[in-house]
């Protein structure tokens, strides 16, 4: 406990070398209240482009002063009075697909079904005489099962065996279990 006390004593009783304005003058970063910092400002933004016009200029200084809400009622007034109409503009990649309807418009449009590509592998049936071969190739298909587990997963028939496998690998499963008699179906 004294040598705690020591050190932190030790550590206040230290005399500063520097004093808060030198540091302030040495550092990168300024206070505002320095005469650095107020010496070394950024220019000011260039002017706005002015137009020639008075009526233009005093129109513009009109609307820069109204709020978002009177901006857009404004610009609803201005739509409705010099009839102008909305326009939708087409998202960019709708653009080439609206272009590609509207030239083939005669022809009638074919549209191909998504290819599959994630499947589920289900077990519908299998032959008596096979049974202890799929307890086994399901014990080993799913490693945390206990043989009796697999026995009762066999027959607690339809179940799912594997699920979101990529077509290669669900056509690979589906051939070993039909290879042993079982039915197997693809979802």
């Known amino acids: 406990m004294a040598s705690r006390c ?20 040495t550092t990168s970063r300024c206070l505002a209240t320095s005469t ?12 706005a482009k002015t137009s020639n016009d008075v009526l233009v200029s005093r129109i513009v200084d009109d609307i820069s002063g109204l709020t978002l809400l009177q901006a857009s009622d404004l610009v609803s007034l201005l739509k409705s009075r010099l009839n102008i109409q909305e ?15 509207a030239a083939s418009a005669d022809e009638p449009v074919q549209e191909k079904p998504k290819e599959k590509t994630i499947f589920n592998v289900k077990l519908e049936s299998f032959d008596a005489g096979a049974k202890p071969k799929i307890i086994r190739e399901v014990k080993a298909l799913v490693p945390n099962l206990t043989l009796i587990d697999a026995k009762k997963f066999v027959e607690s028939l339809p179940k799912v ?12 499963l589906k051939k070993t279990f039909e290879a042993l008699g079982a039915v197997v179906t693809l979802d």
Do not use: H, Q, W
């Not at 107020?38 to 260039?46: A, I, Q, V």
């Open 6 to 25: 020591t050190g932190v004593f030790r550590a206040l009783s230290r005399p500063t070398t520097y004093s808060r304005c030198s540091r302030i003058a």
């Open 36 to 47: 650095e910092a107020s010496s070394t400002s950024t220019p000011p933004p260039p002017p």
């Open 87 to 101: 326009i939708a503009m087409p998202a960019a990649s709708a653009a080439p697909a609206a272009l590609a309807s």
């Open 161 to 172: 065996l594997k699920e979101n496998l990529p077509k290669e690998d669900a056509d690979k």
